[in-house]
């Protein structure tokens, strides 16, 4: 069945570290999306790519990094520059940009400790 | 003003009851729109794009009104399983391209 599968669950990072999330898909889709959730707001947009080795910023880049080597995956990096990064974090994809849905990962909740 | 709103609830309602929500946005070029389900620490599932005409899908039917910027979804006959968090979600230009501009979410709580 195609889908997409994000890794690790659930992720612990000390002050100080990088971590990378995984994000890899399997449904042929162009373009995949890094967001953000946090308690009582909507989602916020890290990172966008719609086409393999293109990769444009979202609102709240600032403190994260991504690189689209495959269609398949989109890695995103949490730097120790992201003061905040306690958070859920979910990525997607989709066949376009304008009037498609999107199909989610699973997400990876991160925890500062 | 936020771009995507919506009342966060939580609307308690009973089971069997019909039940409605609305979203507003303040984009007049956005193209395209969606309500999506959340359940607790899940990911967000697409329920339902919304066309100019609205649409129905069983018991759930999303009505857009492009000229008071709104759109809303009414879900009939509820069930116990239909407890969720309700997203609203707004394809809206943004510098050159577009972008899903996401509401925080409205709580549906059904009772038995």
């Known amino acids: 069945d195609g889908g997409i599968t994000q890794s690790p669950k659930y992720l612990f990072r000390k002050e100080g570290q990088n971590v990378t999330l995984s994000c890899e898909q399997n449904?042929?889709?162009?373009?995949m999306y890094w967001y953000r959730q946090d308690p009582g707001q909507g989602l916020r947009l890290i990172y966008y790519?719609?086409?393999?080795?293109?990769?444009q910023k979202g609102d709240i880049a600032e403190g994260y990094s991504v690189s689209r080597e495959k269609k398949e995956s989109f890695p995103l990096t949490v730097t120790s520059a992201q003061k905040n990064p306690t958070a859920f974090y979910l990525c997607?994809?989709?066949?376009?940009?304008?009037?498609?849905?999107?199909?989610f990962g699973s997400g990876t909740r991160l925890t500062v400790v | 003003r936020k771009e995507v709103e919506q009342d966060p609830g939580p609307f308690n309602v009973p089971e069997g009851a019909t039940v409605a929500f609305n979203c507003t946005y303040s984009?007049?070029?956005?193209?395209?729109f969606f309500w999506y389900r959340q359940d607790c620490r899940k990911e967000p599932k697409l329920l339902m794009s919304?066309?100019?005409?609205?649409n129905e899908d069983g018991r759930f039917t999303a009505q857009l009104n492009r000229a008071s910027q709104y759109i809303s979804l009414l879900i009939r006959d509820s069930k116990l399983s239909d407890s969720a968090t309700y997203l609203c979600?707004?394809?809206?230009?943004?510098?050159?391209?577009?972008?899903?501009?996401w509401g925080a979410g409205t709580k549906l709580i059904i009772k038995p």
């Open positions: 997607a994809s989709s066949k376009g940009v304008v009037n498609y849905g999107y199909t």
């Open positions: 449904l042929n889709h162009d373009a």
């Open positions: 790519s719609q086409i393999v080795n293109d990769f």
């Open positions: 984009n007049s070029a956005s193209q395209s």
């Open positions: 919304v066309y100019s005409s609205g």
């Open positions: 979600v707004v394809n809206s230009p943004r510098d050159s391209n577009y972008q899903l501009i």
